[in-house]
T-cell receptor, first 112, second 111 residues
Framework: EAGVTQSPTHLIKTRGQQATLRCSPISGHTSVYWYQQALGLGLQFLLWYDEGEERNRGNFPPRFSGRQFPNYSSELNVNALELEDSALYLC???????????FGEGSRLTVL | SQQGEEDPQALSIQEGENATMNCSYKTSINNLQWYRQNSGRGLVHLILIRSNEREKHSGRLRVTLDTSKKSSSLLITASRAADTASYFCATDPYNTDKLIFGTGTRLQVFP
């Protein structure tokens, strides 16, 4: 069974540009979570999608947005990129609202 | 703000020794989970302990939970060089349906 897959693995952008990151959850998982991990730091909760709807979001500005598609895959968009947006963006899925999260390998975004 | 805080931030030990990491959190929880992250990669789930459990074992891992003190500990026995990684606790607070991660402990095991 395929795990959580994320693309691209690496992405380099310049300030002011937009970045789009993609995530495919494990088959049968309806909940998708996005986390930001800045270098050497812990994970900060970004967004949670379940059954196609945004259920919760962390303390991030509105330029961080996303969506979940009917096949439960998800997209994270970051507009008007700033240098401090450089981080590892991790996607995770789980089959129910509780229990363990299954993580992808992440997308490393570098903003120059 | 982070729900969990791990202690210590970094830990260096020799192979064969035991490693203990602690996690403190702030609010009532459904469960607490521990994850491992190899350098710059995705996290891997290690163990989940529910709020009504006090201790749980999985292989060389032992987790304790004290809800009165809002704290948990992860013990790795007979450590190996391959255990070198960052370890995070994550809490599942009531009525939030999201996991909140701590700041992590970087464990280095020397051969």
């Amino acid at each position: 069974e395929a795990g959580v897959t994320q693309s691209p693995t690496h992405l380099i952008k310049t300030r002011g540009q937009q970045a789009t990151l993609r995530c495919s959850p494990i088959s049968g998982h309806t909940s998708v979570y996005w986390y930001q991990q800045a270098l050497g730091l812990g994970l900060q909760f970004l967004l949670w999608y379940d059954e196609g709807e945004e259920r919760n979001r962390g303390n991030f500005p509105p330029r961080f947005s996303g969506r979940q598609f009917p096949n439960y895959s998800s997209e994270l968009n970051v507009n008007a990129l700033e240098l401090e947006d450089s981080a590892l963006y991790l996607c995770a899925s789980r089959p129910t609202r509780s229990g363990e999260l299954f993580f992808g390998e992440g997308s490393r975004l570098t903003v120059l | 703000s982070q729900q969990g805080e791990e202690d210590p931030q970094a830990l260096s030990i020799q192979e064969g020794e035991n490693a203990t990491m602690n996690c403190s959190y702030k609010t009532s929880i459904n469960n607490l989970q521990w994850y491992r992250q190899n350098s710059g990669r995705g996290l891997v789930h290690l163990i989940l302990i529910r709020s009504n459990e006090r201790e749980k074992h999985s292989g060389r891992l032992r987790v304790t939970l004290d809800t009165s003190k809002k704290s948990s500990s992860l013990l790795i026995t007979a450590s190996r060089a391959a255990d070198t990684a960052s370890y995070f606790c994550a809490t599942d607070p009531y009525n939030t349906d999201k996991l909140i991660f701590g700041t992590g402990t970087r464990l280095q095991v020397f051969p």
